[in-house]
């Protein structure tokens, strides 16, 4: 078979439809019906649930039923976190509920189960170790009868094999190739950009608090948003400002900076998006990154070895920007290994190596500092230096577009048969 082969439920034919008319729990294999039902919050696609985005899904996965004799996978999506008492059951109420013919066929080594999450680079010791940890207790069975399926790029330490496919990199397809072509090299002869960094921020995690206040006596030189409130609230800014007192203690030991920050939020760019209620995956307003020059680029994970790329750092690379990553330890040297190419001899990039989390934001940001504080001309001139990278960048992104599900089926079939 040149395929994966995937169990699917069967059981759901009263569930609605998606609008290409699949199940909408199609692969939410694993789960008790009832509590499926009632409190599990299925993304809208399967095809996404299961790593591949629109078009390329039929390309890899094959649909397998009983009369199938070969090796396969049994889904397992894990979305969201699952309440009850580690993921065993709720009162009365049955979660992990895996039919007994599958659990025979991955003892005697014909199945695996996938644990599926490509939409976060959750850490693998969290959400999915509790998950396997509760699947192994209940049917007695071991780490090597997993694979993980997800966007984070590390490795497990208990030994269940992973396959790193991340779905935000094909997200940003929906916009038109030619078009974003098109306007990314006019974009490059703009030698009046008023803006000499952009960095937004609307989720406000502790990483990010902790780059904006380094930034903001730079705010005048370029775009820097950071949300106060998020959904009505401020419970998450309020958390994560703990958080940022906590992991970054050189910049709270100096509150005048903080206190000049939180006096002046929340800092806000207007395009038309409201922060407080919209998150922009998909941009419908890129002029403000044709309008400047360095993007400033804050990941999800910001601390650790945690490696997570999502949609924020393709923006640069579709909109014809070089950038700078906050992020996590080596997240430029993950980057690389994906066929990408950053800045280093252009932009001093030795921050990515170092690995404690503060520092690593000091060094960072005083290399951002350098950049901002350019003259008109300098600036200008740093730009066209980075137009080779910046085009290699482009179309190894649309080479991707072709190709990323062809890895993702490689690679399932090499951990499905055993292979590292």
């Known amino acids: 078979m040149h395929k994966v082969p995937i169990w699917h439920r069967t059981d759901l034919n009263d569930y609605p439809e998606t609008p290409d008319g699949q199940k909408l729990y199609k692969y939410h294999c694993g789960i008790n019906l009832d509590y499926l039902n009632n409190t599990y919050n299925a993304h809208g696609d399967p095809g996404i649930n299961i790593g591949v985005a629109g078009i390329h899904k039929t390309r890899v996965y094959e649909d397998i039923d009983s009369n199938y004799k070969g090796k396969y996978y049994y889904p397992f999506i894990l979305m969201q976190p699952i309440e009850g008492v580690h993921y065993g059951s709720v009162p009365d109420k049955p979660i992990i509920d895996i039919e007994p013919e599958h659990i025979l066929n991955i003892k005697t080594g014909r199945c695996k189960i996938l644990i599926v999450n490509t939409m976060e680079g959750w850490d693998h010791n969290s959400f999915f170790k509790i998950l396997i940890d509760a699947i192994k207790s209940k049917y007695f069975l071991k780490y090597n009868d997993f694979v993980i399926l997800s966007g984070n790029m590390e490795e497990t330490q ?223 001139n740093f730009y066209q230096s980075c137009y080779d990278i910046m085009m290699h960048n482009f179309f190894h992104w649309i080479y991707r577009q072709q190709t990323i599900h062809i890895d993702l089926k490689n690679n399932l079939l090499r951990k499905l048969n055993g292979y590292a």
């Not at 400002?241 to 100096?254: I, Q």
């Not at 950053?342 to 990515?352: L, P, R, V």
């Open 158 to 380: 208990y030994g269940t094999p992973t396959v790193y496919h991340n779905w935000w990199e094909q997200h940003l397809r929906e916009h038109d190739l030619g078009e974003l072509l098109e306007q990314g090299v006019l974009s490059m002869n703009n030698w009046e950009r008023p803006h000499k960094f952009i960095c937004l921020n609307r989720r406000p995690h502790a990483h990010r608090i902790a780059i904006t206040t380094l930034l903001h006596n730079y705010k005048h030189k370029g775009i820097l948003t950071l949300a106060k409130k998020v959904d009505n609230h401020t419970e998450v800014f309020d958390k994560n400002l703990k958080l940022m007192n906590e992991y970054y203690p050189g910049l709270t030991a100096k509150p005048k900076a903080m206190n000049r920050l939180l006096k002046d939020l929340p800092l806000e760019y207007n395009d038309g998006v409201d922060p407080n209620t919209e998150n922009p995956v998909h941009d419908d307003a890129p002029d403000k990154f044709y309008m400047s020059y360095l993007h400033v680029v804050t990941e999800t994970f910001g601390r650790g070895s945690q490696t997570f790329f999502s949609e924020k750092v393709f923006k640069p690379i579709i909109y014809f920007q070089p950038f700078v990553l906050v992020g996590a330890y080596n997240d430029l040297h993950r980057l690389k290994s994906l066929g990408y190419k950053t800045f280093n001899g252009i932009i001093d990039e030795s921050y990515d190596d170092i690995k404690d989390d503060e520092k690593r934001l000091i060094v960072l940001s005083k290399e951002i500092g350098r950049i901002v504080s350019m003259s008109n001309d300098e600036i200008n």
